[in-house]
């Protein structure tokens, strides 16, 4: 059989907390994939990074009174630790803020651009003037139009499952100042979708995706793609876009670019050549491993970024359902969120994969932990029967000089 | 098969094989025979519960471990004279005798609830260490300790018979 060459990415996890169980659980089934490809006699190389830019790692570096960049260089070392405690095999595990990536993003801007696929829009934007921010929807707290719920999200209620924008919302207040919010107008840049909406069906007929995924992003289309805003306003932590003034990439924009700049910092250390490794048409497969609420930027706006500046395209994007403890939703105010740092503290990480590898099938429903069964699993299956048979057997061959019989059919 | 998913015990166990066994798929070979082979050693042992989330729980709530409320020092005091301020409705000012330490002065909140002459005499229990606050009517030298309830009712804390003045309350 000809050997693959594989390149596979994980998500990027945000840069503004911990590893937790559910990233683990997705970093776990992308290195069990990544190593069976390998010892198949496959060439598979995996990379991730941290996602570093945006409005929270910001504001939570202002909390801790320090620069961003000295947030994501500490958490970055504190991610590699935890995934390394699961034994997690990342051939590189880079950063969104770095030069391999600036370059990227400005580089596939420009050729958007010259594509005639980037405009430029006045919108209007709630603003927070105590804090001199624009604020995006989950920076919005109000009450809920439909159940009257307070203290919602401006995206929608989390009481009664309502998706709205934060104009809707009534009494919308800054979740950062608690200051009323006024509107202001400001221009924003934008990636003309609706352009490649041909491409988008074309590409999605081919590409590797679950049913129940591919089915709702051609509904997407189907009901007409938007544009997609690529900027954000001053102050924001990211790249400057070239040739605006005080004006952001989206993070959105810059995040999956990082798995390019991840792949390109590795070759580079390795003495290969990008093109080959993820150029125009370079021999390598790429496969993305990511949760099912982020589908529609890896499917949809990742390829249409990807094709307009010719570069190659991934063949599967694999899908899977979120993580829940003991079948709610993990959530650090109902106790049920458990750090990657806390589970390796009380257990091998290593046996966690098994748990995974063990549930784990290719639907996009939620997988559930619960830690009862966590050990019955580990202590039946793992100690009960495969090494149970071997401490067994060993006590056996003890008996012949720890000698493995020469002949298959004669008695010991 | 089982490498990927547990790559370090799987690792360990082909240890036990010496070098005659591989984890690569393609040179699995049919039976091993006649070979020496390492003694067995445990892997892993049986797991039992650790409770993560529980301890998680403890995290979020307000409790405290045993260094903390170390921290707070706390003293058996007798009430040497309790005078009503005039210009307040709540507070009493204590004149406290707390032995080794000597004399503290500590404004109460407690005048609703109690008539300061009654308290003369009473032993009740001090926060020593907390900072002074500078009040109206003077510097507050720590807190007694009270309970009270939703109606406003105040219960001072007192120790049993016989404690003396200083002692530690732990």
Known sequence: MKSRKILVTSALPYANGSIHIGHVLESVITDIWVRYQNINGNECLYFCADDTHGTPVMLKAKELGIDPEELIKRTREEHIKSYSRFNINFDNFYTTHSDENKKYAEDIYQKCKEGNLIFKKEIEQFYDSEEGLFLSDRFIKGTCPKCGAEDQYGDGCSVCGTTYTPDDLLNPVSSLSNSELTKKRTEHVFFDLPQMKDFLENYLKDLTLQDPIKNKLNEWIEDGLKPWDISRDKPYFGFEIPGEKDKYFYVWLDAPIGYLASAKNWAENNNMDMKDLWGESSDYEIHHFIGKDIAYFHALFWPALLKSSNIRLPESINVHGFLTIDGEKMSKSNGTFINADDFAENYDGELLRYYFADKFNNSIDDLDFNEDEFIQKINSDIVGKYLNIASRVSKFIEKNGNNLSANLKKRL | ?170
């Open chain 2, 1 to 170: 098969m089982l490498n990927p998913v547990l790559p370090t015990i799987t690792s360990k166990a082909l240890e036990v094989f010496n070098d005659s066994a591989t984890n690569d798929f393609n040179n699995i070979k049919d039976y091993l025979v006649d070979t020496k082979i390492n003694p067995y050693k445990p892997l892993l042992k049986r797991l039992e519960k650790a409770k993560i989330n529980e301890e998680i729980e403890m995290e979020d709530s307000n409790l405290i471990n045993i260094k903390d409320f170390a921290k707070i020092e706390l003293r058996v005091a007798k009430i040497v004279k309790a005078e009503g301020i005039e210009e307040a409705d709540k507070l009493i000012k204590l004149h406290l005798d707390v032995g080794d330490l000597g004399e503290r002065t500590v404004f109460a909140g407690i005048k609703s609830a109690y008539d300061p002459e009654s308290l003369n005499g009473r032993h009740v229990v001090l926060v020593a260490n907390l900072e002074p606050r500078k009040m109206k009517f003077g510097v507050s030298e720590g807190m007694v300790l009270a309970s009270s309830n939703d109606e406003g009712s105040i219960y001072l804390i007192s120790p049993d018979e016989g404690a003396k003045p200083g002692q530690l309350v732990k």
